[in-house]
């Protein structure tokens, strides 16, 4: 494309500008398209708000038609490229290497020139970790001062943080005590800031292992259900659990005399810190039951069935490699697999995929999931199951084109501020405007029914992604609990001795440009109650509720046929993918043959009986052995002023035509 540059006031042929990219190119076809992305790119561009994402510096291609044409020789006054201010200089016909570093430009005509690709301003790591260690938590402060994207949500005050730790590092430095430094820095990353994106890692911390106060245990785990008592939900053989007969389901009343509600309430929990109060509180839960080894512990508890409570005391023994631990986890057992997702067709018809990490190899995980989709496709599964409960997070340009399998049309999902130091605030970025862009070909899509599995073990991306998902119709969020809460992007920087630490600064915003999951997570739409049931059901429960979403919502229409009574024959008239009912109330018990037949021999008939409930009480397909065009219950009793629905369908709902239908006393 060609574009006059010069500002003179003439209408010129113009000039064609290039920038040299690196890009990723693992999505489709071999064409660069919108849901891809560049990594680098030969210019700089400004970060100031007032002039963002202007270019500024680095090195263009331009291509000039003929020796007639302008290009600007440097930024002119007002620091900006292509504005009236620019001083113009005629360019050579044919193609030039612009070098926009230097006073005036330097315009490169050789045959051969180098133009690297560079990290622009603003991505290099900012680096404590030549200064000491109070001047480095100092300026680690200031920087979060700034930049910390959820200081008022949270009601942050820095200063006081400052003040408070500031003489703990001072005095670290004074004794040369790196280890000191290190551990008081962890306690600031797990307690000054309620956000689960805060993180901190060296040698010397990761070597550290399990505190004492969590190595041991009683071989028992708790939960609490919906209506706020705790259970056992976990008994470990040959524990002092179930040497003092501590059975499933049993209340857990007290620990050392306190109530559990009150025992776990000033508990940081076994990972902080966390962003969701719903996530610290099931760690919290987590951890009121771990102890040194060899503490005495008095538990108060009640067996299933027993009349009153029984309070014992317990010796904690070792048990931080046990199950238990693991069956306590919210964050789930390893997985064997070291894949990034992994999916099927289950027995019920219904796609399941499961997505485990946006962090692993783009084109792998790109790939799995279209093939996953294909699959799904030309099966005609009539819905899928998104298993989301494990996935840590990771990359949106993974996640972005994978999202764009499952919308018809563009969607804007939201977008990210960040504070701008030219203006002292936070403002939204439209560099990180999210909006999901369709696969190009329809049959690739996925646009039918979608239940998504999630747990507090959902993650940043992972909880951008299920949002997103939300913004669609036919879609539910199935979950015991909300996603974890980590709602912002993040910025790495380096301390003292080794010391990596991590914060956010991507104040996420949704589709109306609001704060939507940090500390507050995505909710389940289908929230799933934490009952006995629940607890200590066979299978996986929040598998089973999505099943029974989609099969309600895969379901054909119905059409409301009215009543009908013992004696009638009725006659009626179904479409591809359409069901009928009828509303049955007999006036005495009675014991009934119903008929439903297809006279022309056209289509599949299928006859059903539901109870007041919407229980299945008797199904038909098959009237007899080689008559595959008619329906027949036979001798199906039937209770006076009782309710049933008689439903006519066809097989797979894909017959139609005009149907009979019969129901009479049996002889």
Same mark, same amino acid.
């Given at each position: ?63 000039? #038609? ?44 050789? $045959? ?27 300026? %680690?402060?200031? %920087? ?243 298993? %989301? ?10 996640? $972005? ?38 696969? #190009?070909? #329809? ?225």
């Amino acid at each position: 494309m060609l574009a006059d540059v010069d500002n003179d006031g003439e209408e010129d042929a113009g000039i064609s500008l290039y920038n040299m990219n690196f890009s990723f190119n693992g999505i489709d076809d071999p064409f660069i398209d919108d849901r891809e992305f560049i990594y680098y790119r030969s210019n700089n561009q400004s970060l100031d708000f007032a002039t963002l994402y202007q270019v500024n510096g680095g090195r263009v291609l331009v291509w000039a #038609p003929d020796d007639q044409q302008g290009f600007p020789s440097g930024f002119g006054d007002d620091g900006e490229i292509f504005t009236e201010d620019d001083p113009i200089v005629r360019i050579p016909a044919g193609w030039t290497v612009v070098d926009l570093d230097s006073d005036p430009f330097t315009f490169i005509r050789s $045959n051969e020139a180098t133009v690297d690709v560079i990290e622009s301003a603003g991505e290099e790591l900012p680096d404590f970790s030549n200064l000491g260690y109070a001047d480095a938590f100092s300026g %680690m402060i200031d %920087m979060m001062e700034n930049e910390y994207a959820f200081t008022e949500l949270k009601g942050i005050d820095w200063e006081a943080l400052r003040a408070e730790y500031l003489p703990r590092f001072e005095e670290a430095e004074a004794n040369n005590d790196s280890e000191a430094y290190q551990l008081t820095l962890l306690e600031f990353f797990e307690t000054a800031v309620p956000d689960g994106h805060f993180g901190i890692g060296s040698q010397f911390l990761f070597s550290q292992g399990l505190p004492p106060g969590i190595m041991g245990g009683l071989g028992l785990a708790i939960v609490e259900l919906t209506d706020g008592r705790f259970i056992a939900n976990y008994v470990g053989e040959d524990t002092p659990a179930s040497e003092e007969g501590i059975e499933l389901g049993a209340e857990v009343l007290e620990i050392n005399g306190t109530p559990v509600a009150d025992a776990i309430a000033d508990l940081p929990g076994l990972n902080p810190p966390y962003s969701s109060d719903v996530l610290r509180r099931l760690e919290q839960i987590r951890e009121v039951m771990r102890f040194n080894i060899g503490d005495e512990v008095e538990l108060t508890y009640q067996n299933p069935g027993a009349s009153e409570p029984t309070t014992v005391t317990l010796t904690a023994i070792e048990e931080s490699a046990s199950r238990l631990f693991s069956r306590s986890n919210v964050y789930g057992e390893p997985r064997s697999s070291n894949l990034p997702l992994e999916y099927e067709i289950l027995d019920n018809g219904y796609g399941y995929i499961a997505i485990y990490s946006f962090s692993d190899d783009i084109l792998a995980s790109v790939l799995l999931w279209q093939r996953a989709l294909a699959l799904f496709n030309s099966s005609g599964v009539s819905g899928i199951i998104i298993d %989301m409960r494990y996935n840590g997070g990771g990359s949106p340009d993974i996640s $972005n084109p994978m999202l764009g399998y499952l919308f018809e049309e563009e969607v804007y999902a939201g977008t990210s501020g960040f504070y701008y130091p030219d203006i002292d605030a936070f403002e939204l970025n439209p560099l990180y405007d999210t909006t999901i862009v369709p696969a #190009p070909d #329809p049959a690739d899509r996925y646009l039918g029914p979608i239940a998504v599995l999630i747990s507090p073990a959902c993650f940043s991306n992972c909880e951008f992604f299920t949002y997103t998902l939300t913004l669609r119709d036919n879609v539910e969020v199935i979950g015991f609990y909300p996603t974890g809460g980590l709602g912002g992007g993040i910025q790495e920087f380096a301390m003292p001795d080794g010391v990596f630490a991590q914060y956010t600064v991507g104040r996420a915003v949704g589709a109306d440009n609001e704060i939507h999951i940090e500390g507050t997570g995505v909710p389940p739409t289908i929230a799933v109650p934490v009952t006995e049931e629940t607890v200590f059901a066979e299978g996986d429960v929040l598998l089973d509720a999505a099943v029974a979403w989609l099969d309600e919502a895969s379901a054909p229409p119905l059409t409301d046929a009215g009543p009908i009574a013992i004696g009638d024959a009725v006659s009626g008239e179904l479409a591809v993918g359409e069901r009928a009912f009828y509303t049955l109330t007999p006036e005495s018990d009675a014991t009934i043959n119903i008929a439903l037949g297809d006279e022309t021999g056209t289509f599949d008939t299928v006859l059903r009986l539901y109870d007041a409930a919407g229980e299945v009480l008797a199904e038909n397909d098959d009237s007899s052995a080689g008559n595959t065009y008619n329906s027949l219950l036979e001798a199906v009793e039937v209770v006076a002023g009782e309710t049933y629905y008689v439903e006519v369908a066809t097989y797979d709902d894909s017959g139609e035509g005009a149907y009979n239908l019969t129901i009479e006393e049996a002889p």
